[in-house]
């Protein structure tokens, strides 16, 4: 044999086994690999919140028609609006409702393109079923009757609504007079100085049996 391989250091000649084991380590340490899983989906947790939080444009006008662009988050809270922009004084609306300063834009039902308005008087109807539910819808106080009528009949979601408000077999009466479902007057007109106004929803299918 050749006298310098002999004097070769015999660890070259075979596997090292620390080296094997830092080999092995490198590709299958379970530590390693949850590591890289978990920035993996943290990465595309950032990216999906990215796409779920997409900015829009939105209109903020006043009551003298003023016009203000304003970029925002769809996932921002209204209340941040009344913060971040200092010239809005009063209620923020859309198609007359009064936005929830809690929630979102988007729960809002706030898109790119919506139309804002500042709104300096609103009313808090409260209807009341004859069967005892009870909701609130604030609305701007310019806000037509009978638009007032169908927000009420749309949040509820009872089935028919709207038939039985088109055939008069619902009522809505406040301080004893019966509204009229047709009625285009602003609800200001309506309920005057009142801010809290009641309306009794009075289902007359039920008194007949229906």
């Known amino acids: 044999m050749n006298p310098m391989m002999n004097n070769m250091n015999p660890n070259m000649l075979m596997f090292n086994p ?9 590709l299958f340490n ?5 590591m890289n899983q978990m920035n993996m989906m943290g990465g595309n947790m950032n990216n999906l919140n990215q796409s779920m939080n997409k900015e829009i444009n939105i209109i ?4 003298n028609n003023e016009l203000n662009l304003v970029s925002c988050l769809e996932n921002d ?5 009344y913060n971040k922009f200092h010239f809005i004084k009063g209620s923020l609306a859309h198609d007359y409702r009064i936005l929830w300063r809690e929630l979102t834009l988007k729960d809002n039902g706030i898109i790119n393109g919506a139309i804002i308005s500042i709104k300096s008087d609103c ?14 819808i604030p609305l701007a ?27 008069k077999t619902i009522s809505f009466i406040y301080n004893g007079t019966k509204l009229r479902i ?25 008194l007949i049996g229906g």
């Not at 620390?18 to 490198?26: A, V």
């Not at 379970?30 to 949850?34: E, G, I």
């Not at 903020?60 to 009551?63: D, F, G, L, R, T």
């Open 30 to 34: 379970p530590m390693m690999n949850n």
């Open 141 to 167: 106080a310019d806000c037509p009757l009978n638009v007032a009528i169908m927000i009420y009949a749309s949040e509820i979601k009872t089935q028919n609504i709207y038939d039985k408000i088109i055939n």
């Open 60 to 63: 903020i006008k006043s009551e």
């Open 182 to 206: 047709n009625d285009e007057t602003p609800i200001q007109l309506i309920f005057n100085f009142e801010k809290n106004p009641k309306v009794v929803v009075n289902y007359l299918d039920d």
């Open 123 to 136: 009313k808090n109807i409260i209807f009341k079923t004859t069967k005892g539910t009870i909701n609130t």
């Open 77 to 81: 809270t209204v209340d941040t609006l």
């Open 18 to 26: 620390m080296m094997n084991n830092m080999n092995q380590n490198m």
